[in-house]
């Protein structure tokens, strides 16, 4: 119901910059929260920032400062500004959305396919 491409990602030295961008496209009732997760080789996937229709924000602590998370109702798309990168941001990057698809449903996560970042020293 709900489809999710990203891009932006790439190779970036260290202390550059970056812009991860995802489009949600297909059909749902409402979307609520749109954010970004990241998967370290051999690590767990975790949280790096979101944010809700209202506009509030939570940022990973390790990227507090550094990344701007921000989406466009009406475009249906999410973003992520990324400054400062560090070695430890290298990771696969993966958008997601909460969703219901119908009125009557529950809200649903749904995940784009993944963006590589790495960042070089």
């Known amino acids: 119901q709900v489809q999710l491409v990203e891009s932006g990602g790439g190779l970036v030295q260290a202390g550059g910059s970056l812009r991860l961008s995802c489009a949600a496209s297909g059909n749902w009732f409402s979307i609520e929260t749109m954010g970004w997760y990241r998967q370290a080789l051999g690590k767990q996937r975790e949280l790096v920032a979101d944010?809700?229709?209202?506009?509030?924000?939570r940022y990973a602590v390790d990227v507090k400062g550094r990344f701007t998370v921000s989406r466009d109702n009406v475009k249906n798309m999410v973003y992520l500004q990324m400054y400062s990168l560090q070695t430890e941001d290298t990771g696969v990057y993966y958008c997601?959305?909460?969703?219901?698809?119908?009125?009557?449903?529950?809200?649903?996560?749904?995940w784009g396919q993944g963006t590589q970042v790495t960042v070089s020293s």
């Open positions: 944010i809700t229709t209202d506009g509030n924000t």
């Open positions: 997601y959305v909460g969703a219901r698809p119908y009125t009557w449903s529950m809200s649903a996560t749904y």
